[in-house]
């Protein structure tokens, strides 16, 4: 099995100037620690939600009892991913929030939702009530800017295929946010690379902040998975061709894949071994050269 000291490498394809991707099989908190200083343009990644799935597996962020720990232990990661970056570095950082869990401490599976069950539901924060909606985005987003991040830009993920919720009480949820924070003042952002049709369709504008994009259907075991079109704009904006993009929370890879499509490096870290077979899986089967994506 590879690990931190032995990493796996994939090429796009077999020419010597082709894009690579390294698989890190381990626990972010250490491996990063093992990267060299600003070796990376962009970071995009998605991060365990607090409380809301259960990757099931011993030191598993996400999996903290209080939310102050989860943030502080994000925000650390973070501060990591930050000295990684080169000084006009991005992160594009995807985050869903939750509800308060009312005092149950655990949650069934359902038939169409098999990812819904959680063997551990973290108890209401103090100061606030069941039911609640937590706001844990924007209290991550808030920590990280205290800690030194720019932030630059909230971006609404809208999901036009979101899974119905059996609520009569609120909307259902069909959103998520990615957040865009720098490391400086001025950083790289390639704003052509990902303009968008105006309303008309005759020219193209600046990016908007909300990006209609539908979730993808779960990849083997995985239930989190990134759809593509969501990423590939950060990418593109964030990195040259060529360039070297990190993902800490590698999962199924989708930022390794969609890196190699765009002609970009890529380095991953995923602490389940399940979960970075599947990466190695769809990593291995890739022999493509340059799609747009
Ligand atoms: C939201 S998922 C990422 C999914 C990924 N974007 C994809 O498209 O497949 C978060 C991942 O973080 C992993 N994870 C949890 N704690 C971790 C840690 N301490 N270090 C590295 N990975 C961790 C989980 O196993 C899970 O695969």
Redesign the pocket.
Known sequence: MYSIDSPLSFAAESTPDAPTCRLLL????L?LSQLKDESFHTCV?????WGL?D?G?E????AEPELGEYLE?ITG?FREVRRLLRPDGTLWL?IGDSYTSGGRTWRDTDKKNPARAMSYRPPTPVGLKPKDLIGVPWRLAFALQADGWYLRSDIIWHKPNCQPESVKDRPTQSHEYLFLLTKSENYYYDHAAIVEPTQDGKATRNRRTVWPVNTEPY?GA?F???PPAL?APCIKAGSPVGGHVL?????????GETSLRLRRNCTG????PE?AA??ETRLQKLRLPTLAL
């Open positions: 381990g626990d972010s908190r491996a990644t998605s991060p365990p939600y799935r990757y597996i030191g598993q962020i996400g232990d990661i995807n990849r995985h989190a998975v990134f990423i993902d800490p929370f590698f999962g199924t890879g989708t930022v870290v995923e602490l389940n979960y599947l990466a």
